[in-house]
């Protein structure tokens, strides 16, 4: 694959992504000071990740049958017509319907994106380096978003926090998609995989007959599981430490920099990198650092086990979908991303209810060791991931031939 197209696909993901970003932190804002309770809150917060539960199989169907810039086109215009109701109409309900609406049109986005790159990349080394760099632009576009939402509530309005500020900081976030349409117009699109001829009927869940796709299922929500463990229990650890929220801010803005930071070194090492080992050394790595948490007293020594758990998480990502390419029938792969995304996301919303209720009554620290110890002994399941040279997608031939084809005068 170009690097110059890789290049535009990062940048249009970074900009779809961080409205979604900068929604997600604005509109809760808005809806605290206009007095709703931590209860609305949570709801709405749980309403960006609920959308892409429903939606990310029809979108993961519609993208292999449609390819990138179709599906593109709808979530970008979703997205920013999402932001800009909340221009708007800046009161709680809007906000709810707006953060289904962008939550949903950036999970289906994920998936073409993703789709495409993986079937434009040739061979399975060329697959764990551009997934490597496609996961850098979720994790820019969280420190992006954010930024710029944060400082239009602060500064756009006449006193901090007003609602012209709000109004300002929704309007910029109905704008970055209309970016990532600018990134990705003149991507070209790939022959869409066709069904083979005469074949029954499928379904989504018939990938889970798929011993490799189950264990690869499996051993995904199983991190993502970490990943959202991580993001609850250090605020409530480092409250119980007596920590300020900038120092626990920190502690996980060092998770966020590590995840970012492996997967810009990925690339460089990808030949030499085996996807199971990578992520059974994740695993193991992950429930080490779940094992001594617990007993990190120190704000020091609470950041660097958060930098190594961002280093074991971070490096997980590419490789999942490396596999989860290179198992999956081409004409499916949309499907298969689209099933990966519904459990991560019903995952994020479900899991968190499950800690708060496991964590209230054997405490954090046992959490801890608990989801360390389901980590641990899941490691097994990682080892056996291996995927044969052969296994690899035949589409690789074809990016091949089409790459070569626009060479030609």
Not at 271 to 276: D, F, I, K, M, Q
Not at 327 to 345: F, K, V
Request: aromatic fraction near 8%; hydrophobic fraction near 55%.
């Amino acid at each position: 694959m170009r690097s110059a197209e890789l290049a535009r696909l990062i940048s249009g993901h970074i900009f779809l992504h961080a409205c979604m970003a900068g929604m997600r932190l604005a509109a809760p804002l808005l809806a605290l000071r206009d007095g709703q309770s931590a209860m609305d809150v949570g709801v709405l917060l749980a309403l960006f990740a609920l959308a892409p539960v429903f939606l990310a199989l029809p979108a993961g169907r519609f993208a292999d049958r449609h390819g990138l810039r179709r599906p593109m086109g709808i979530a970008v215009t979703v997205a920013a017509l999402g932001a800009a109701i909340a221009v708007l109409f800046p009161v709680f309900p809007v906000l709810c319907l707006s953060a289904l609406m962008t939550g949903g049109a950036t999970g289906a986005a994920s998936i073409s994106l993703q789709r495409h790159v993986g079937r434009a990349a040739v061979g399975p080394t060329e697959l764990k380096r551009v997934f490597s760099w496609l996961a850098i632009g979720p994790a820019a576009s969280n420190f992006v978003g954010p930024l710029a939402a944060g400082l239009m509530i602060d500064y756009a309005g006449s006193a901090a926090g007003d609602t012209m500020g709000f109004r300002a900081a929704f309007l910029l976030m109905a704008l970055l998609p209309v970016a990532t349409w600018f990134w990705i117009r003149t991507v070209q699109d790939l022959d869409p995989a066709r069904p083979v001829v005469g074949a029954p009927p499928t379904r989504a869940w018939d990938l889970m007959r798929d011993p490799m796709m189950r264990r690869l299922m499996l051993v995904n929500w199983c991190l993502s599981s970490c990943w959202d463990v991580h993001l609850f229990a250090v605020p409530l650890i480092g409250h119980e430490r007596g920590f300020n929220a900038t120092v626990i801010g920190t502690i996980l803005g060092g998770f966020a920099v590590a995840a970012a930071a492996i997967r810009v070194v990925m690339p460089l090492f990808a030949a030499r990198l085996r996807e199971n080992v990578v992520i059974a050394s994740a695993m193991l790595t992950t429930a080490a650092v779940f094992a001594v948490y617990p007993f990190m007293v120190d704000a020091w020594a609470m950041g660097a086990s958060s930098v190594v758990l961002g280093l074991a998480l971070g490096s997980v990502q590419p490789m999942v979908m490396s596999t989860l390419h290179q198992i999956t029938p081409d004409a499916r792969h949309g499907e298969a991303l689209g099933l990966r995304m519904m459990t991560i996301n019903a995952s994020s919303v479900a899991m968190p209810l499950f800690f708060g209720s496991l964590g209230a009554v054997v405490g954090v620290s046992a959490l801890f060791w608990a989801i360390g110890l389901v980590v641990g002994l899941g490691s097994r399941l990682a080892i056996g991931l291996r995927v044969q040279e052969a296994a690899v997608h035949p589409v690789a031939t074809v990016a091949t031939t089409q790459a070569t084809d626009r060479k030609k005068p």
